[in-house]
């Protein structure tokens, strides 16, 4: 059947009594394609149900369909035509992991980032108001964990102030973002769902108005009686939204009748859909953790992944139980990631020193600043990516009062199958301009423990260590320290022609590079700063008289660390030349790191190929223009 499923047309015209089948056939389709390469597995086999129940009442693309986040948007996908492509899901040249507009005109955003699309949604149906096309209604699928993010209420206030903006926001309400939802309006949503009451107004419905959902009308005189005690109207109708549900969001004619209900209404409204988590696939509804949010590959009949080794994550995880163990002063906050960013360990051992706020890193810095001022040292565990969400708050919240806040950077960098969203490829770039902050990078798993120890020593201003995704780098030992630096290889002579910078995890390409130059008969030293921010003085003396300076990271080569040592040598009067090998400043298509480092010129081989090219132009004569 689902082959058959051309766009949201063919899953109008199904009957009621072949939509089970299509959601088997879904829920089979996503399993078999997560277990072989990953993906987000648990949200998708969640809203099977929901989605169908989208496109048979809405008409997309005329009615856009915005996901917060785009991580439970396969099934979207499948009903929009794109089955075939699902077996190279999040490969490279295949399906993206999350909406895409070069792929459908039924994804209108790329939306991987949480708490934005009530905003998207708010606008575009503005827009549509403003041209006169009052017959398009914009809905908004938003999980729970999206509700933390203050951004969504910040949209949800604009919404509600217009009376007549025909903006459906369907709830997605499984009590979890990526591990349970943190929070108080979590709380009341949870509380709503042991509650037997909510159950019993449940079975009265189904016996009394014929499986019609709760509805704002349906049991009207209940509104100040039962239904205000077991359901969070009151909340959103405080606002001015009107309020449908809660609905089993796994009873696709229930949820078709109150979204047909909602479009109906012309103007903001608000649709509570109960999910579970990882519907149909027991492994992934009896995992504790996250209900398979983003497992890696699997074995389908039981649900064990596949073996990933010892990861970065790791390192930084094991490390800061120990540090834990050693300061009591040492805390945690993660924002709605305690597994993912690898505090989970810690806070098993220190439950009372770790902080979820919820997808809010705004917050997260804010109150880290906070806490500092109280005495302690905040440890803030975020994705690369999201820490561009809270820049101000680290600028202006903590590092103007020059506070000892410690932010990890876990997926910095090079992160490949998530796509351009998800590269973490901004921070050294715009941490550069933050006065006062010291920003660490290691190497290998080694550097990782020694960095951070380092970093939560310091007391007169903020730290920042960053690492990528995926298994730890080799070990790479020092032949000698300078300054502050890590000299990796140093060439037989006392004049080498090329310093090599190699910043954390790229001092392994530069090393590579330079043993190919050194077959080319050019000599290279390797050194790691260790510390990108600020730089070592001894760097100053590394590189005068050398032919060329290669700085090598793997971030934007807009402002970031060989931004930062071309400004040092300038200041300095050092007149060498100075190249940056970094990523090109456009967002990148998803693939695997190691392709994309390839495509990008990121490896030994493509380095030794362009310096030698640099060095053999500057050794050439100049020849003027007759």
């Not at 708050?393 to 992160?415: E, I, K, S």
């Not at 920003?439 to 080694?446: K, L, Q």
Request: proline share 5%.
């Amino acid at each position: 059947m689902l082959g058959s499923i051309e766009g949201p047309h063919d899953v109008k015209r199904l009957a009621a009594g072949e939509l089970p089948r299509l959601a088997g056939e879904i829920r089979d389709l996503l399993v078999d394609s997560c277990a072989r390469f990953g993906g987000h597995l648990g949200p998708n086999l969640g809203v099977v149900e929901l989605t169908i129940a989208v496109h048979r009442v809405f008409d997309s693309p005329r009615d856009p369909v915005i996901w917060d986040t785009g991580h439970q948007a396969y099934v979207h996908k499948l009903l929009t035509g794109r089955a075939a492509g699902f077996d190279a899901l999040k490969q490279e040249g295949g399906l993206s992991g999350y909406p895409s507009r070069a792929e459908s005109e039924h994804d209108f955003v790329e939306n991987s980032h949480a708490s934005t699309a009530l905003s998207y949604a708010d606008g575009l149906a503005k827009a549509f108001k403003l041209r006169g096309e009052r017959d398009r209604t914009v809905v908004a699928v938003i999980g729970d964990g999206a509700l933390t993010g203050g951004m969504a209420w910040e949209a949800l206030n604009n919404i509600a102030a217009v009376k007549d903006l025909p903006v459906v926001i369907v709830v997605n309400d499984n009590g979890r973002s990526y591990s349970p939802t943190i929070g108080g309006l979590a709380s009341h949503l949870s509380s709503l769902r042991v509650d037997r009451r909510y159950e019993d107004v449940l079975e009265f419905v189904k016996d009394k108005l014929g499986n019609v959902p709760v509805l704002y009308d349906a049991l009207h005189g209940f509104k100040k009686g039962v239904k205000d005690v077991i359901a969070p109207q009151a909340m959103f109708e405080d606002l001015g939204l009107k309020y449908v549900g809660p609905i089993d969001g796994h009873d696709e004619q229930a949820m078709e009748a109150a979204l047909r209900k909602a479009r109906g209404f012309r103007g903001p409204v608000i649709v509570h859909a109960l999910t579970q988590k990882g519907r149909g696939y027991s492994p992934a509804e009896n995992h504790d953790e996250d209900q398979f949010h983003s497992p890696g590959a699997f074995d389908r009949a039981t649900g064990a992944e596949k073996p990933k080794g010892r990861i970065w994550t790791d390192v930084f995880s094991d490390e800061l139980v120990r540090l834990g163990k050693e300061r009591e002063d040492v805390v945690a906050i993660t924002a709605a990631m305690l597994h993912p960013t690898g505090l989970a360990r810690f806070a098993d051992a220190f439950p009372d020193r770790t902080y979820d706020v919820g997808i809010a890193e705004q917050h997260a810095l804010t109150s880290a600043a906070g806490l500092a001022m109280g005495g302690l040292h905040p440890v803030v565990a975020v994705y690369a990516t999201f820490l561009n969400r809270a820049f101000d708050q680290l600028l202006m919240d903590v590092a103007l009062h020059r506070l000892p806040v410690t932010v990890v950077l876990d997926r910095a960098g090079v992160t490949g199958d998530d796509g351009a969203s998800h590269n973490g490829m901004w921070d050294l770039s715009l941490l550069q301009i933050v006065p006062g902050l010291r920003i660490a990078v290691p190497r290998d798993g080694d550097r990782l423990t020694e960095l951070l120890r380092e970093a939560v020593d310091v007391t007169d201003g903020p730290t920042v260590l960053r690492f990528p995704k995926g298994p730890v780098a080799e070990t790479a030992e020092p032949v000698r320290k300078l300054g502050g630096m890590d000299v990796l290889r140093e060439p037989g002579t006392d004049d080498p022609d090329v310093l090599l910078v190699g910043v954390g995890p790229m001092a392994h390409a530069c090393l590579e590079a330079a043993t190919l130059l050194d077959a080319q008969g050019i000599t290279a030293t390797v050194v790691d700063p260790r510390w990108v921010k600020p730089l070592d003085e001894a760097l100053v003396g590394a590189a005068t008289g050398r032919r060329l300076v290669a700085v090598v990271e793997d971030n934007g080569r807009v402002g970031g660390v060989g931004d930062a040592v071309s400004r040092l040598l300038r200041d300095a009067d050092v007149d060498v030349p100075v190249r940056t090998f970094g990523i090109p400043q456009h967002f990148l298509d998803h693939a695997k790191r190691a392709v994309i480092l390839s495509r990008i010129g990121l490896t030994g081989q493509d380095l030794a190929r362009q310096i030698t090219e640099a060095v053999a132009r500057r050794a050439s004569p100049v020849v003027s223009p007759s």
